[in-house]
């Protein structure tokens, strides 16, 4: 996932990260099951944002774009069903 974020930093950088500006990562020894879409309370809503900019391959981003590809297909093909086949077995057990 963090391979995909540097990708996607990469094409399109945030505002803040433009001028070399020293951004510390927050860390915490507990995990923080939210960031990684676990409401704590077992209840929740997923909102997704889609904001679509448009990117042209040039040589200069090319292999990165290639990266996005080949990730994107990994995720689609490998993690998506595991995912797909942990919820079932989740439900199944009631947890």
Same mark, same amino acid.
């Given at each position: ?26 860390? =915490? ?11 704590? =309370? ?54």
């Amino acid at each position: 996932m963090q391979e995909l974020e540097n990708c996607f930093e990469l094409l399109i950088p945030k505002p803040e990260g433009l001028f070399g500006e020293n951004t510390e990562d927050n860390y =915490s020894e507990e995990p923080d099951f939210r960031a990684h879409g676990l409401p704590s =309370s077992g209840q929740g809503a997923i909102s997704v944002e889609v904001n679509v900019k448009e990117i042209t391959k040039t040589e200069d981003n090319a292999v990165i774009i290639e990266k996005l590809h080949e990730n994107c297909t990994l995720i689609n093909s490998k993690y998506l069903p595991l995912v797909k086949s942990w919820i079932k077995m989740v439900a199944k057990t009631g947890m």
